[in-house]
């Protein structure tokens, strides 16, 4: 339950002052719905204003606050010509205020000849005369401060709007109880929570204020780890112990890379335990996850238990089924696939299977621990997709055996280091750093957009040599109906050359119809698949040796490397085209060249970090998930290494939250929102 000294700041944002229907919306545009989103929204810079009394040519360039007295308008009749107000000091120099849009009279309004007011803007010259572009005007009584911060906005909201409502929100924000280490906050010099918001609020340079925040945030994440961690090594699990046979009745074809079996070796070290296993499997696309996950659920089976694989999307999970399966033909278990679209009999097969046993390895989405599913003993887990997976979504995992199950999580997005040990520090690790043998590298090129006739061109090449390949539609807008028209619009243009050897599949398809498309592709019926990003995983077709990117400079380094990972799953060669906007900026450039340089995913995804914003760090589009709100990739970097420190040590040496430092760190678990893992703790 959240401590009452957090009550005023979970209060809803139109308990301030000020707010109603109207304002309210730009800011849930902003993400702001509570007093607490208002003082994490952190100025992105600031301005400094230089008060003068005198107009001067020598501060052109510069930003200024002065009293002016409107002396003239200047209009024109033309209503895109801009407003421009003539403007005395009180030395008789003049300026010209320049207003573009909205029409005179506003203008006339928030300036009226003769009235002395309180200007700011930067002053700039054209021709011999000086002017200012939209400048913020108040009362010749209103003071501008000599910095003030500058926030990331939307329509209808400004700065200095913001920043009122900001310094509302600090008046009800509490003198929080201190959670930092005392020798580690003296040795920073770090001061108190509010008074770290305070000033940064107010100087958005400081970054002893800066650094303190992003801290709490980074230390409140590693607490909520170590937790988890902690309760999982407690917890008295089962040891599951194979005996080799249905593993030594496997015939593959092909000998599993000395990664593959390394990490099969520290599956089996760590099912062998009692206290259940938490690892995380991390592998380049093509370096034989789902190997390893068949022979970790094989030695779950060996030993009497069941074992069931997670997947986040229903193409994934039944893609995994038939790959299992046709992986295990042959081996005397019973394999299964449930998700949310299975009704009738055929669930109702699957779920008496599964509580009798019947049914040895289940597949499928959330489904698969919902309520209704009873397993008959469940002893190992396989996430895929870790990332989006939270911890309670593994919490309701852990009540789904006769005592907590083995935990294998996978992903299939390279992490940086940094962020491993920032997102799964609760977990070992087994990293596929080697590829199998024949993959060959994808040959990866990038083209002008302009050049989309010729690109189509060679897909008929293509096509005509019987290969397929997909075409990958532009990420337009936050809006998955703007992705879909994009994708319907070429799909009708490559149908009117290639007719109905063309496909699309989108999101908003219903699962039948969007299973139906990639079983067509899959079959080789349709030679191009024209798809938004649906098909980042999951898809595999060893005949796709083409994949084209439309737009691909608006995509991050990750979700590339994702969707180029559709093809080379077969023999021989295949290529990649990114198509390129004109307009690229330098990380779009750079991200381009890179995906032209290397196959790494590891080294990918460290240049993914590196080239990212405070505001991008595993944003939405590339996870699923924001993790840090105020940690930038670099402070994240910086603090990561003493916050796993100091949690593991409130934990292991300082009585976990029962102590004086404890119940403060757990009123920084639910301040930052990681108090998923405080319900594990037996003690409350």
């Not at 959240?2 to 304002?23: H, S």
């Not at 690892?279 to 779950?300: E, F, N």
């Not at 299964?336 to 109702?348: I, M, P, Q, S």
């Not at 083209?447 to 075409?471: C, I, M």
């Amino acid at each position: 339950m959240r401590p009452d000294i957090l009550n005023p700041l979970f209060a809803e944002v139109e308990a301030l002052k000020g707010i109603g229907p109207a304002l309210a919306r730009p800011l849930d545009r902003l993400g702001i719905a509570r007093v607490l989103d208002l003082l994490f929204h952190l100025p992105s810079g600031w301005v400094d204003r230089l008060p003068r009394e005198e107009l001067l040519h020598g501060d052109v360039g510069r930003t200024i606050a002065i009293t002016l007295t409107p002396t003239d308008y200047r209009t024109s009749s033309s209503p895109r010509a801009p407003t421009r107000v003539l403007a005395a000091d009180a030395h008789g120099n003049t300026v010209g205020l320049v207003f573009f849009g909205g029409g005179s009279g506003r203008v006339r309004k928030l300036l009226p000849l003769g009235e002395a007011k309180r200007v700011s803007g930067r002053l700039d010259q054209y021709g011999q005369d000086l002017q200012i572009i939209h400048p913020e005007v108040g009362g010749e009584e209103d003071g501008f401060r000599e910095r003030e911060a500058i926030y990331p906005l939307t329509e209808g909201m400004t700065s200095r709007r913001l920043g009122g409502l900001i310094e509302q929100a600090l008046a009800r924000a509490p003198d929080l109880p201190e959670w930092i280490e005392p020798s580690l906050k003296a040795q920073r010099e770090w001061p108190a929570w509010r008074e770290a918001v305070a000033r940064l609020h107010g100087d958005p340079s400081d970054a002893v204020a800066r650094a303190r925040l992003a801290y709490d945030e980074v230390f409140a994440n590693q607490l909520a780890l170590s937790i988890v961690r902690a309760d999982t090594r407690k917890r008295r699990g089962r040891a599951l112990q194979g005996d080799g046979h249905l593993r030594d009745m496997l015939r593959l074809p092909y000998q599993p890379t000395g990664a593959q079996a390394r990490s099969v070796r520290e599956i089996e070290g760590d099912l062998a335990q009692a206290a259940p296993m938490l690892r995380l499997l991390q592998g380049d696309v093509g370096s034989g996850k789902t190997l390893v996950a068949a022979l970790a659920l094989l030695i779950a089976v060996e030993a009497g238990a069941q074992g069931a694989l997670l997947a986040p999307t229903e193409i994934l999970a039944r893609q995994h089924h038939e790959t299992l399966r046709r992986l295990l033909a042959g081996l005397p278990i019973e394999i299964a696939v449930l998700t949310g679209r299975d009704k009738g009999r055929v669930r109702e097969a699957t779920l008496m299977g599964v509580a009798d046993g019947s049914i040895h390895i289940l597949i499928g989405t959330h489904a698969i621990f919902q309520e209704a599913v009873t397993y008959r003993d469940l002893g190992l887990v396989v996430v895929d997709e870790q990332h989006r997976f939270g911890v309670a979504e593994r919490m309701l995992l852990q009540d789904k055996g006769r005592t907590p199950p083995h935990v294998l999580a996978m992903t299939a997005t390279p992490i940086p280091r940094t962020l491993t040990l920032a997102l799964h520090g609760e977990m070992d690790q087994s990293r596929l750093d080697e590829m199998p043998p024949g993959r060959e590298p994808i040959e990866t090129r990038v083209l002008s957009e302009e050049r989309v006739d010729e690109v189509v061109n060679a897909l008929g090449r293509h096509l005509s040599e019987g290969k397929q390949a997909y075409w990958v539609c532009p990420l337009v807008e936050e809006s998955e109906t703007s992705d879909l028209q994009a994708a319907e619009a070429r799909a009708a243009a490559l149908a009117s050359r290639f007719g109905d050897r063309v496909g699309l599949v989108h999101g908003r398809m219903k699962g039948p119809e969007k299973d139906a498309v990639m079983a067509r592709f899959a079959a080789g019926e349709t030679g191009v698949l024209v798809a938004t990003t649906v098909i980042e995983v999951g898809v595999d077709v060893p005949n796709a040796t083409l994949i084209v990117i439309e737009h691909a400079d608006r995509f991050g380094l990750a979700q590339l490397h994702q969707l180029r990972g559709r093809v080379g799953r077969g023999g021989g060669r295949s290529v990649c085209l990114l198509l390129r906007g004109n307009a690229l900026s330098e990380t779009a450039r750079a991200r381009l060249a890179l995906m032209r340089e290397t196959n790494d995913g590891f080294r990918i995804a460290e240049e993914d970090l590196r080239l990212r914003g405070a505001g991008e760090l595993l944003g939405v589009r590339q996870s699923g998930e924001a993790m840090f709100r105020l940690a930038t990739p670099d402070l994240l970097s910086e603090l990561l290494p003493a916050a796993t420190d100091d949690a593991r040590l409130l934990i292991d040496r300082d009585g976990g939250l029962s102590g004086a430092r404890g119940q403060a760190a757990r009123v920084a678990l639910y301040l930052f929102e990681r108090d998923a893992g405080v319900a594990l703790l037996r003690s409350g």
